[in-house]
């Protein structure tokens, strides 16, 4: 932490599956979930408190559209926010809206992959 070098083995996860009731045969019938070790946990608990400690400094205060690291901000503020440009954006008639476009990454790992990941 010293030397502000965050290592790959704290950003590891276990993926598990979960099955979901009834579907058995279906690949949609389980839910995958990542798990971080309780030492990554600790680690990531130690480093937010450092950073919140930080971003009360003056100088250091991060942008008022930055929603990590702020007691005063949660997920839900930040979904507000994306509510709020989208009602704007899409208020007034076709001919002069302006039109906004919102690209979510999703990678979706497919049912026999995650049998592969899961038992080796």
Same mark, same amino acid.
């Given at each position: 932490?010293? @030397?502000?070098?965050?290592?790959?083995?704290?950003?590891?996860?276990?993926l598990?599956?979960i099955?979901?009731?009834?579907?058995?045969?279906?690949?949609?019938?389980?839910?995958s979930?990542c798990?971080?070790?309780?030492?990554?946990?600790?680690?990531?608990?130690?480093?937010?408190? +450092?950073?919140?400690?930080a971003f009360?400094v003056?100088?250091a +205060?991060?942008?008022?559209?930055?929603?990590?690291?702020?007691?005063?901000?949660s997920?839900?503020d930040?979904?507000?926010?994306?509510?709020?440009?989208?009602?704007?954006? @899409?208020?007034?008639?076709?001919?002069?809206?302006?039109?906004?476009?919102?690209?979510?990454?999703?990678?979706?790992?497919?049912?026999?992959?995650?049998?592969?990941?899961?038992?080796?």
């Amino acid at each position: 932490m010293e @030397n502000n070098i965050f290592l790959m083995k704290y950003k590891e996860a276990g993926l598990y599956l979960i099955e979901k009731p009834v579907k058995q045969d279906d690949r949609k019938a389980y839910r995958s979930i990542c798990v971080l070790s309780s030492t990554n946990k600790l680690f990531g608990h130690i480093l937010c408190g +450092r950073m919140r400690k930080a971003f009360e400094v003056e100088q250091a +205060r991060p942008s008022e559209k930055q929603f990590v690291f702020r007691k005063d901000k949660s997920t839900i503020d930040a979904l507000g926010e994306v509510e709020k440009f989208s009602k704007e954006v @899409n208020s007034g008639d076709l001919k002069t809206r302006d039109f906004g476009l919102m690209i979510s990454e999703y990678t979706e790992i497919s049912g026999k992959d995650n049998m592969q990941l899961l038992h080796g």
